[in-house]
């Protein structure tokens, strides 16, 4: 495909209850990038991956939550034991990672999760 | 670490009429900034970006934005409105050479 796809558009599960986010990167991509947009808090950074490391996790709010990328390409976020406060949408991004920072992040549509 | 102040959550505009959307940023060094849209159950995306050089930055579906290191802002515009502006339109900041940091974002309505 051509831009960045997630999996499942929405989801809904009961608290307490653990679910996978799926992210499908653009093809060549090396770095990939899970943001949080949610109404009280706007758009925060969860965590960034360059090939299949995670140098950075600072972004993710509890240790209920982890993320994992194989083979340099599709990377899964899961949150366990669910709160209602996890309710959000949760975005991906692909990026080629130019030098100079100058890259441009490519968005993916988002799924919508609800925690009930 | 960088920050990013959008002025107005709501911006309501004629169709036809010109369109401004305020950002300014906090950065101890020179910054990479961007302008997102974000159109209803859809992702974000990039409308420009500005790295280096010239500081007027010309986007998609006719928008612009101009790099103000004095005043710290990156102010989006586009002289005439159209129905389809309308979205929520977020700037952000590159925080390090990987994290975006985001405003509050501002919603358009474009009114016929």
């Known amino acids: 495909g051509a831009g960045v796809s997630q999996s499942p558009s929405n989801k809904v599960t009961e608290k307490g209850k653990d679910v996978e986010l799926r992210c499908d990167p653009i093809s060549g991509h090396t770095a990939l990038y899970w943001y949080r947009q949610s109404l009280g808090q706007g758009l925060e950074f969860l965590i960034y991956f360059q090939g299949n490391s995670a140098p950075d996790k600072s972004g993710l709010p509890s240790d209920r939550f982890s993320a994992e990328r194989t083979g340099g390409s599709v990377s899964t976020l899961t949150i366990q034991r669910t709160q209602q406060e996890d309710s959000a949408v949760y975005l991906c991004?692909?990026?080629?990672?130019?030098?100079?920072?100058?890259?441009?992040?490519?968005f993916g549509p988002g799924t919508r999760l609800t925690v009930l | 670490a960088q920050s990013v102040t959008q002025l107005g959550s709501h911006v309501s505009v004629s169709e036809g009429a010109l369109v401004l959307l305020r950002c300014n940023y906090s950065?101890?060094?020179?910054?990479?900034l961007f302008w997102y849209v974000q159109y209803p159950n859809q992702g974000l995306q990039l409308l420009l970006k500005y790295t280096t050089g010239a500081t007027l930055v010309k986007g998609i579906n006719g928008f612009e934005a101009e790099f103000k290191k004095s005043e710290t802002s990156f102010h989006l515009t586009k002289p005439s409105a159209h129905m389809s502006d309308a979205a929520e339109y977020f700037c952000a900041v590159r925080d390090n050479d990987y994290k975006l940091s985001f405003g509050a974002g501002t919603t358009v309505t474009v009114r016929a």
């Open positions: 991004a692909s990026s080629l990672r130019l030098a100079g920072f100058a890259d441009t992040q490519y």
């Open positions: 950065s101890s060094v020179p910054p990479y």
